[in-house]
């Protein structure tokens, strides 16, 4: 199973970007989905998280800026990012918890990463 994140880049104070991630291997199905993000020097913090059935949740720090969606049949997981702060420069990371024949219950996957960098 491998995770791959696309669409970050370099935006200006106040603009928007949207984050995508695809779960790619043998799946039986994708359970809670969600988007981390890691500034320099600071610990890896959860960003939003959404279940399988669309429930979500949101960390204060980005709640009525984010918005975090899913299409589980492409297996893919969405963060759409407006009125970005310079504080929300980091690497984001998707995570899902993948069900397979080797995990049937269940195995958190992470992808490599993409940087998002917001200018002043």
């Known amino acids: 199973v491998q995770l791959a994140e696309s669409g970050g880049g370099l935006v200006q104070s106040g603009g928007s970007l949207r984050l995508s991630c695809a779960a790619y291997g043998s799946i039986y199905s994708v359970n809670n989905m969600a988007w981390y993000r890691q500034a320099p020097g600071k610990q890896r913090e959860l960003v939003a998280s959404?279940?399988?059935?669309?429930?979500?949740n949101y960390a204060d720090f980005v709640k009525g800026r984010f918005a975090i969606s899913r299409d589980n049949d492409k297996k893919s997981v969405y963060l759409q990012m407006n009125s970005l702060i310079p504080e929300d420069t980091a690497v984001y990371y998707c995570?899902?918890?993948?069900?397979?024949?080797?995990?049937?219950?269940?195995?958190?996957?992470w992808g490599k990463g993409t940087l998002v960098t917001v200018s002043s």
């Open positions: 995570n899902a918890d993948v069900e397979t024949s080797i995990s049937p219950y269940g195995k958190v996957y």
């Open positions: 959404i279940t399988s059935s669309g429930l979500t």
